[in-house]
């Protein structure tokens, strides 16, 4: 209590001054009509640029519970996708020709949201773990996608997790298809991220930079026409048989956050025929 006195008693002019001002001023705005107009439109520009900047930090804090809706979002968005398919092939039962454009069944198909929640990656045997296992209907050989295109492949599962062996992991090899029809696997060589190899394409396709690569539907673990990547170079020597195409991946792989997982309750049965 005597600090204080003594800083007032030091500096009572100064304080004096300032509150004489504040008077001043404000008698100034409240008898004046052009004072009183600048002083409401700076506070007027000030409240709003304070408002505007609280609502940006609260927005950036929601971020996540955003993302997850989303997440959630897109996943029912892909269950209906695959329910008009299957409306599509219930109305074309007795039409071969539309039959044959729905020739790869999308019966049974549900997508299940998940988070990344840890990455190994900079290595050749790349992969990360999601928040979703058995316990959520997550099985190995499950395919996985992202906002942008094909993930990879679940590989391993535990109860509340799984492991995903991503496209980019030098054991990964996808079937896919050109948007001229033609069919080939795609492998990455253990170097750059953003982008995978098209191999045994033959010297007759017509294959184009820009040209979109998608699931040719052949590996069980996805059906077909979803987006991989889109060509980034089509090599083709004078005597070579083959193709050298690079593809830019759709997704990724340097940030994954949410992908979907994609149950297919056809897909054991599909291996069951494949092991016979």
Aim: charged share 20%; glycine share 6%; net charge negative.
């Amino acid at each position: 209590m005597r600090n204080l006195l003594q800083f007032l008693l030091k500096y009572s002019h100064v304080i004096l001054f300032l509150i004489l001002e504040g008077v001043a001023i404000a008698m100034l705005i409240s008898n004046s009509a052009y004072p009183r107009s600048v002083y409401a439109t700076s506070a007027n520009r000030l409240s709003g640029e304070f408002y505007s900047w609280n609502n940006s930090v609260l927005q950036y804090f929601s971020l996540r519970s955003e993302n997850l809706e989303l997440v959630k979002e897109n996943a029912m968005l892909r269950g209906q996708l695959a329910q008009l398919g299957n409306i599509a092939e219930s109305v074309a039962e007795n039409d071969t020709a539309v039959l044959n454009h729905y020739c790869y069944s999308h019966l049974g198909l549900r997508y299940i949201p998940a988070r990344v929640v840890q990455v190994e990656a900079g290595k050749r045997h790349n992969c990360f773990t999601i928040n979703k296992g058995t316990r959520d209907g997550v099985e190995t050989d499950m395919g996985v996608v992202g906002s942008a295109g094909v993930v990879g492949i679940v590989s391993a599962t535990t109860e509340r997790f799984s492991l995903v062996m991503p496209l980019i992991n030098e054991q990964m090899m996808l079937s896919c298809r050109l948007q001229s029809g033609v069919y080939g696997p795609l492998e990455w060589d253990g170097e750059k991220p953003q982008f995978a190899y098209l191999r045994n394409i033959a010297r007759h396709a017509n294959v184009l930079p820009g040209d979109t690569v998608t699931t040719s539907g052949l590996t069980t673990a996805f059906p077909e026409g979803i987006l991989v990547g889109v060509v980034e170079k089509a090599e083709l020597k004078e005597t070579d048989a083959y193709y050298n195409i690079t593809v830019r991946l759709a997704t990724d792989f340097t940030k994954p956050r949410y992908v979907q997982v994609i149950s297919n309750e056809a897909l054991r049965e599909q291996q069951q025929l494949m092991d016979y």
